[in-house]
């Protein structure tokens, strides 16, 4: 079966992010940038549904050059081709999934697999808005992936508050994953090397003219309040106490 | 300045990433995140146990460090010299013993067969070596011969279609796990031949080197060869005396080269970060001048470390690296990567003598490598013959 990935590229969760002065975003300069987590349960249930059934894993990623790089991974990772939506402009979660949707549909697939969000903006709304683009079934935040290839459908396990759904659908459908699904494996050497010969197809996202105007807007980003420096109490117990007891009453006002 | 930020700049402070190919970034950031998912964690209790963790051996066959600028016809990769390098960086960051286990398979065992054995011994053992069904070793130090190794005992004497092997040989690394041994012997004639000999033959025994306070994390073993006979078409065909033998140290001392730089960097960001959060006398000790001053010693070491490997690799690239140039370099870096770990260790006060922390073992493991492949002092004087045109050995 030929399985679209969809990929986004997300500043490492270790990396200290710095807002830009203007407020409308974050300063790219020195992050170091990653597949989406999620997207990499992905790109491995993709890899090993291939390995299982037979057919062809293609990755679909949106955004500048630097996405390429984690292009280049997810090829490494064992994926057979890609094609990247070029744009350097900032894309609300519609515009993304109206351009990630445009191409999967001219690629043709039989599933379409995503991360259940990107850990940058947590939106969690582009694989759900892909399914409608398409007019497609979808099933999200999914913990196990079982394909009935003879009788055309998916029966998958979803992660609830103290509770596990288990839901089955026809396909092409698009489905989302959650951490669990699977354990990744690590791009390996030969693999990189492969990855060097294999189709990365370049598409720009103005060619695609679409009606991309964004719904959402980010007005400002802006940090959390910095804490006030804590107030250390010292002296006798009994005398600290009551003052601890005075203070959460009368400042903190949570007693 | 957080802990990414500080990382960032004791490793790479003139920004030599800029200058990497996409094929180096992606070879050593996925080296990388194996090393520090699947070794760091365990490294010093590896280390204290005294074995090679043999569970790494199918891990390092799939992400591919074992052969890998070899052709894709026996199980290689076709990684430049530059990129191999950069993988023997993360594989020492995590451990000396991991970075000399993938250097003894890649650039002694397979790179013996790949470049003197017949196109029959290469298929039957580079592709398999590649996967890590076959691990070798590469036995030419003797008990009695190191930096000379001219001076080998070993014979092999022809008998018939065989040769007959005897003698010993010693530190030789995963000795113990292999199971094929490239041994280097004199023939009948005196000449120097490589022979591949498997380590179930009667009369092959490998006994494990317990007594080590360095390198605990490699498998290391002396050889005892009882009149192993092997067929004559298990010896070498394209090997004709010691160069051959020393052009493969050549090969393992650029994976030192590179190697050690890893080892220098973990141990100078372990000491900085350290430095940043331990306290004295009312300050991170990050903010006193000794410490300080010690800091950006280690760190203009390690660039310096970092300037030779590249531009090595850039030789090795171009097809004009010379053994000479390679010997400068390992002298120089085994013996800088030692010093910052020694460094290392101080900065970490008493904390620096346990396992807890890396800069001890990387020190202990360093003073392996300051010696193997060539000793310090080997390495001086191959570099004195070189500029002056004068043997001093």
């Known amino acids: 079966m030929k399985i679209l990935v969809t990929v986004k590229q997300v500043p490492d969760t270790a990396t200290k992010?710095?807002?830009?002065?203007?407020?409308?975003?974050?300063?790219?300069?020195?992050?170091?940038?990653?597949?989406?987590?999620?997207?990499?349960?992905?790109?491995?249930?993709a890899l090993r549904i291939k390995e299982k059934q037979g057919g062809?894993?293609?990755?679909?990623?949106?955004?500048?050059?630097?996405?390429?790089?984690?292009?280049?991974?997810?090829?490494?990772?064992?994926?057979?081709?890609?094609?990247?939506?070029?744009?350097?402009?900032?894309?609300?979660p519609a515009a993304a999934a109206t351009a990630l949707a445009a191409v999967c549909g001219e690629e043709g697939f039989d599933l379409i697999l995503t991360g259940k969000q990107a850990v940058d903006d947590d939106s969690a709304q582009v694989g759900p808005m892909i399914a409608a683009n398409l007019g497609l079934p979808q099933v999200t935040v999914v913990l196990k992936l079982e394909v009935d290839e003879a009788g055309h459908r998916l029966r998958a396990e979803r992660e609830l508050e103290g509770a596990t759904e288990i839901v089955e659908l026809p396909y092409p459908a698009v489905v989302t994953a959650q951490r669990g699904l699977n354990e990744p494996r690590y791009p390996t050497l030969p693999n990189i090397m492969k990855a060097k010969k294999k189709e990365v197809r370049r598409v720009s996202m103005d060619s695609l003219s679409l009606a991309l105007d964004p719904r959402v807007t980010v007005n400002r980003l802006f940090a959390p309040p910095e804490r006030p420096e804590p107030t250390i109490l010292s002296g006798e117990p009994e005398e600290t106490a009551k003052e601890l007891v005075r203070l959460l009453h009368s400042e903190a006002k949570v007693l | 300045m957080d802990i990414q930020n500080t990382t960032e700049k004791l490793e790479d402070f003139y920004q030599l990433q800029d200058l990497w190919t996409e094929e180096e970034t992606d070879v050593k950031n996925a080296v990388r995140r194996f090393v520090d998912r699947e070794v760091i964690p365990h490294a010093g209790e590896w280390w204290q146990q005294g074995e090679f963790p043999a569970h790494l051996i199918p891990m390092l066959a799939e992400l591919g460090v074992f052969g890998p600028t070899l052709p894709e016809a026996y199980g290689g990769s076709g990684l430049s010299p530059l990129a191999y390098g950069l993988m023997m960086q993360e594989?020492?960051?995590?451990?000396?013993?991991?970075r000399s286990f993938a250097s003894v398979q890649s650039g002694l065992a397979m790179h013996a067969i790949y470049r003197y054995g017949s196109e029959e011994q290469k298929q039957e053992y580079l592709p398999r070596m590649a996967k890590g069904e076959i691990i070798g070793c590469f036995g030419l130090t003797e008990p009695d011969a190191g930096s000379d190794p001219a001076a080998m005992i070993t014979r092999a004497s022809e008998e018939g279609d065989s040769y007959v092997i005897s003698g010993a040989k010693r530190w030789i690394t995963n000795g113990h796990l292999a199971q094929v041994a490239v041994v280097w012997a004199k023939d009948d004639a005196g000449i120097v031949r490589g022979f591949l000999v498997p380590t179930q033959l009667p009369g092959f025994h490998a006994t494990p080197i317990h007594t080590k306070a360095s390198m605990r994390m490699s498998a290391t073993s002396e050889l005892y060869l009882d009149r192993v006979r092997v067929p004559k078409s298990f010896q070498l065909p394209e090997a004709h005396g010691l160069g051959a033998p020393l052009n493969c140290l050549t090969q393992a001392r650029y994976g030192i080269v590179w190697g050690t730089v890893g080892a220098a960097m973990d141990a100078l960001v372990e000491a900085s970060l350290y430095a940043k959060?331990?306290?004295?006398?009312?300050?991170?000790?990050?903010?006193?001048?000794?410490?300080?001053?010690?800091i950006v010693g280690m760190e203009t070491r390690l660039l310096n470390m970092q300037l030779m490997a590249r531009q090595l690799g850039q030789l090795y690239l171009g097809g004009t690296m010379r053994y000479a140039q390679v010997s400068m370099a390992k002298r120089h870096n085994a013996r800088a990567a030692l010093e910052i770990a020694r460094m290392a260790r101080e900065i970490l006060g008493g904390n620096g003598i346990s396992t807890d922390y890396h800069?001890?073992?990387h020190m202990a493991n360093l003073e392996t490598v300051d010696t193997y492949e060539g000793t310090y002092e080997i390495h001086t004087l191959i570099v004195g013959r070189d500029l002056l045109g004068e043997a001093a050995f």
């Open chain 2, 359 to 361: 800069a001890i073992r």
């Open chain 2, 91 to 98: 594989l020492e960051r995590g451990d000396s013993g991991l």
């Open chain 1, 17 to 45: 992010i710095q807002i830009r002065a203007d407020g409308q975003g974050i300063q790219e300069d020195g992050i170091k940038w990653v597949i989406n987590p999620y997207d990499e349960f992905a790109i491995e249930e």
């Open chain 2, 277 to 294: 959060t331990r306290t004295a006398f009312g300050r991170p000790i990050a903010a006193k001048q000794l410490v300080q001053s010690h």
């Open chain 1, 56 to 92: 062809e894993v293609v990755i679909v990623a949106l955004g500048p050059s630097r996405v390429e790089e984690a292009v280049r991974q997810s090829l490494a990772m064992g994926a057979d081709r890609a094609v990247v939506i070029s744009t350097d402009a900032a894309v609300d």
